[in-house]
């Protein structure tokens, strides 16, 4: 299965790329993947044998034509024509992965114990982008239990400079005494 994912993943990305549109692919895809997340039904409905293909074309021609780049509708249909579109999120995660790396992007995933105002978190991304190199795309989050401090994490790393964090390094650190 991941062979086919990466397959159809890597030549999605390629046509893209010949054709100077992965970002708006991308965007397609990541509002496809959530409607998909939504709409479990719709991804076996895409798949069933018991449905023609023409009725299935029809389908995603109402739903997502105009809404979807006309590349990832073309992907769709082919992926329902072949009774593999249950793996059309995983092709867009793969795709994502492949757009990221080549336009040196970066998930992150910030964690504090208070709500951040929009300058802090500014601040915030400048400095994990200076020290990255990288552009962000963030997630900020609040869990009270950390008492202080943040969480800062990524698919590569991950920093606990909560208060809580310090604490149970502290508590470890006393247990091995």
């Known amino acids: 299965m991941n062979e086919r994912v990466s397959l159809y993943a890597s030549s999605l990305y390629n046509v893209a790329q010949e054709e100077k549109c992965e970002r708006e692919v991308h965007e397609s895809l990541v509002m496809v993947k959530a409607v998909l997340s939504e709409n479990g039904e719709y991804v076996k409905i895409m798949s069933s044998a018991a449905i023609a293909l023409e009725e299935r074309e029809k389908l995603l021609e109402e ?35 492949a757009y990221f790396k080549d336009n040196n992007i970066e998930r992150v995933k910030i964690t504090t114990a208070i709500e951040l105002g929009d300058e802090k978190k500014a601040e915030i991304l400048k400095r994990i982008s200076s020290s990255t190199g990288k552009e962000l795309l963030a997630q900020f989050l609040v869990d009270e239990t950390l008492m202080g401090g943040i969480i800062i994490e990524t698919e590569q790393s991950s920093i606990d400079a909560s208060l809580s964090g310090k604490l149970e390094s502290v508590k470890r650190y006393i247990s091995k005494i």
């Open 63 to 97: 739903a997502f034509s105009g809404n979807v780049h006309p590349f990832v509708l073309n992907f769709m249909k082919l992926l329902s024509k072949k009774r593999a579109f249950e793996i059309l999120p995983m092709v867009a995660e793969s795709y994502e992965k």
